[in-house]
């Protein structure tokens, strides 16, 4: 094992134990909001009626899996039932910015297509990360017309890791793009992203389904999950085991997100694929709108 390999593995042990050993209450800051909720005081309460939105959607994290949100949004923008406000987490949380800026799904799927985001990448060794983020940022600033959160035609919120103090944070006011680079931050393969001297990380590492950031929102509240994680034979290789790791982590920690859920759509196809599937947008795309359109013809909501 080279040098470089033995401090991956190492910084990978490293986070593992900092997530696997946090206390299991997690503490929630709404960034530029004054109000602040522990997850379990949301648990709690139990009737939603009097929410100031009626429909919410909270989206999970998944890299490319994340089309599957994109075919969900379709399906019910066919019904006409757009959510009034969406969450999200990493790639979901760039979905929900792309949808709530003025993008339609099928615009979106060809936004995948057209930009390769292996080409968007770049080495950063030894920087905090393999990967620099810089053109995924540049990118994001030159799709989005929306710099603000507010500048957004439906309201999000977008959920990042406080690397820092270990516990979710989540942006709903202020610069948009730093939010999502930050959300999408995964340790080891990209580098913290930096907000007001504190170092963020990916969303997912402790709520990869964001429902705690709407659930006292909204009157109904669909969780879109990505759903578990590809089985079968894998390498056993420092990357694919330290991917392999994340997908348990993220897979473990939606559990309790979904309960909190009043609808969750999660495709049971998803599962042959994995978040760097890149080839598959469009199959991932029409499994998460085949099981939406299922969803909308049998709930009674």
């Known amino acids: 094992m080279s040098k470089r390999e033995t401090y991956t593995l190492m910084i990978l042990l490293m986070v593992l134990s900092l997530i696997l050993n946090r206390p299991t209450k997690v503490k929630t800051i709404v960034v530029e909001k004054p109000a602040s909720a522990c997850l379990e005081d949301v648990s709690r309460q139990s009737d939603w009626q009097s929410a100031p939105y009626e429909l919410g959607m909270a989206l999970s994290g998944g890299g490319v899996k994340a089309l599957c949100h994109v075919g969900v949004l379709k399906a019910f923008d066919e019904q006409g039932r757009k959510p009034d406000i969406l ?13 709530a800026d003025g993008y339609s799904p099928d615009s979106i799927v060809d936004l995948f297509e057209q930009y390769g985001f292996l080409d968007i990448l770049s080495l950063d060794w030894p920087k905090g990360g393999l990967l ?8 994001l600033d030159t ?11 439906i309201p999000i919120k977008v959920v990042a890791t406080d690397f820092d103090k270990g516990q979710s944070v989540v942006f709903d006011k202020g610069p948009l793009v730093d939010a999502l680079v930050a959300s ?24 990869n389904l964001p429902a705690f950031a709407l659930r006292s929102d909204c009157q109904t509240l669909i969780g879109v999950s990505t759903g578990p994680m590809k089985n079968g034979p894998y390498d056993v290789t ?9 997908s348990f982590i993220f897979r473990h920690n939606a559990t309790y997100a979904k309960e909190l859920c009043d609808i969750v759509i999660e495709p049971t196809g998803i599962s042959r694929y ?13 499994l ?3 099981e939406a359109v299922t969803v909308l013809k049998t709930s009674k909501k």
């Open 184 to 207: 999408c931050s995964v340790p080891i393969l990209f580098s913290p992203y930096v907000i007001d001297g504190v170092n963020y990380v990916d969303g997912g590492l402790l709520q």
């Open 143 to 153: 799709l989005l017309t929306a710099k603000q959160f507010e500048d957004l035609a």
């Open 87 to 99: 969450a999200g987490v990493s790639a979901g949380a760039v979905v929900a910015a792309l949808y």
């Open 274 to 286: 994995s978040g760097s599937d890149i080839h598959a947008y469009r199959t991932i795309f029409n």
């Open 238 to 246: 420092i990357p694919t085991i330290a991917l392999r790791s994340y």
């Open 132 to 139: 620099s983020m810089n053109g995924f940022k540049h990118l």
């Open 288 to 290: 998460g709108y085949s």
